[in-house]
Every structure is written in C-alpha cells, then in structure tokens.
Nanobody, 126 residues
Framework: QVQLVESGGGLVQAGGSLRLSCAAS????????MGWFRQAPGKEREFVAA????????YYADSVKGRFTISRDNAKNTVYLQMNSLKPEDTAVYYC???????????????????WGQGTQVTVSS
C-alpha cells in the first residue's frame, strides 16, 4: 500500500520560510515523479513544483519560481519543498503527489498523478 505523508506546514509571517516534507512508502518512483500542488479556499488545485525522480529535473509554476525549491532524498524516499519569501497569496493546503511514469508535458496536471498525500496547511500572515 502506497502512502505519502506530508509534514512541515504551519503559520508564518510574510517574508518567512517553511520546508515541507513528503515521505513515500510502499514503492519507489524511479521512473516517475513527485509533485507539490496547493489549493486555497474556493479555488482549484494548482501545480506548484515537480521533480523527476531519476534525473532530478525540476519544474516550477511561474508564481513560485525563484522562491521555492523542490528536492529529493533517494535514500529516504522523501521529497522536500523549501519555501522562501512567502507571501499571503501562498496560503493554501499543500498536497504531495506521486506518479509512477513521468510525462514531462503533463507534470502540471493533477489528473496525471497516481497517489496523493493528505495535505498540510500553510498560512502566511501579512
């Protein structure tokens, strides 16, 4: 049984930083990718960042480029999202997701992903 468990969310002031973690268990994703999505109240789930597991290639939404960094630890089967210079508009529930086979052009699409975590709340106060 595959599980993705997120941690690291919380309340932070604008300009601050948080690091989210997502630990995967039950399988590895050597040919796949892991991504972070977020969903604010009343809005659709949106792509934040993704990383291909084998080569470590990363992808970012324009809204977070230069502020967020996605990375992975192969030994721990864990992916991280380092979030710096946080803004109030970054407030959302952040979800980790994993896909068994990575297709570069589709990594921004939630429907592509096979597994999802339970989500962790990130709140940025102004």
């Amino acid at each position: 049984q595959v599980q993705l468990v997120e941690s690291g969310g919380g309340l932070v002031q604008a300009g601050g930083s948080l690091r989210l973690s997502c630990a995967a268990s039950g399988r590895t994703f050597n040919n796949g990718a892991m991504g972070w999505f977020r969903q604010a109240p009343g809005k659709e789930r949106e792509f934040v960042a993704a990383i291909k597991w084998n080569w470590g290639t990363t992808y970012y939404a324009d809204s977070v480029k230069g502020r967020f960094t996605i990375s992975r630890d192969n030994a721990k089967n864990t992916v991280y999202l380092q979030m710096n210079s946080l803004k109030p508009e970054d407030t959302a529930v952040y979800y980790c997701a994993a896909v068994k086979t990575a297709i570069t052009g589709l990594l921004i699409a939630p429907r592509l992903y096979d597994y999802w975590g339970q989500g962790t709340q990130v709140t940025v106060s102004s």
